[in-house]
């Protein structure tokens, strides 16, 4: 109602202070290098890409978020990506037909080992660190090809292919420490493997009805490859399989008013296994 007084809870508080046991901290350190190389001729277009990614984090916080010494959270993550990719494709000048092949590499360590950290309000047999100690190395391979053909000015055909293929390792260690010294196995885990390949096409229609009113059918193969798991609760767990989809989809594209207006409608249907 008009006039009325802000509604105020007695004796909240600032809403965003906590009252805790311990006062953690979060340490984040990334850094990335990249190199790309472009070499044109009339005729075709070759690139070289090549990148570099590291990033490690140290942290500790408080798990329970109370007063009480119950379970502190402290881990230490690291993680490295290298890739390389080299394709060749078409001249920017070629509107009919063009195409495009290459090739990808990429490697990728990561290193886990988190505590946590038992207080002194658990129980006695209780109190002690659980520790986690992993590595997973993991690398795919993947090769690509793609055309496009102008069969008319309004109706353009494209095909793809790509085959990927990856590979993932998993050493994965658990032990419990108690305050006096004391090491305790939980779960120890060795070599760990992964494999998986696939073969992922894609085909697509688009035909122009105007300059400015384009429709499309694609159907694409989708693809998301085994790996690791970074901490996992058995040898079960310690990996897991790659998940595969088809993707179908149709829309329309369209600009109007100059471009002034974009209005865009699309509808998807993913069977995923």
């Known amino acids: 109602r008009e006039g009325a007084e802000p509604f105020v809870l007695e004796g909240a508080g600032d809403p965003f202070e906590t009252e805790l046991n311990f006062n953690g901290f979060n340490n984040l350190e990334t850094n990335a290098q990249s190199l790309r190389i472009e070499y044109s001729t009339p005729a075709i ?88 100690d992993g590595d997973i190395n993991s690398r795919s391979l993947a090769a690509f090809g793609q055309v496009s053909y102008g069969v008319t000015e309004a109706l353009t055909l494209t095909a793809g292919l790509r085959y990927e293929n990856t590979r993932a390792t998993n050493d994965f260690a658990q032990t419990f420490i108690t305050p006096g010294g004391l090491v305790f196995p939980l779960l120890d885990i060795n070599d760990a493997e992964v494999t998986g390949s696939e073969l992922l096409p894609r085909f697509v229609i688009d035909y122009r009805f105007t300059p400015n009113l384009l429709a499309y059918v ?56």
């Not at 063009?98 to 990808?104: A, L, M």
């Not at 989708?222 to 989809?245: L, M, W």
């Open 218 to 273: 694609s159907i694409t193969r989708g693809y998301r490859p085994p790996g690791a798991n970074f901490e996992p609760n058995d040898a079960v767990t310690a990996v897991f399989e790659a998940e595969t989809s088809w993707n179908y989809e149709v829309g329309l594209k369209s600009a109007w008013l100059d471009d002034r207006l974009i209005v865009n409608l699309a509808g998807f249907y993913n069977d995923t296994s």
């Open 45 to 132: 277009r070759a690139t070289s890409i090549t990148a570099n990614r590291f990033s490690s984090q140290r942290a500790a916080f408080d798990q329970d978020g109370s007063l009480a010494d119950l379970l502190i959270n402290a881990p230490n993550f690291s993680a490295q990506v290298f890739s390389q990719e080299l394709r060749l494709q078409s001249s920017e000048g070629e509107d009919r037909f063009q195409w495009i092949v290459g090739g990808y590499f990429e490697t990728a360590s990561f290193s886990n080992n988190r505590d946590f950290i038992s207080g002194t309000a658990n129980p006695v047999p209780q109190q002690g660190t659980a520790r986690s």
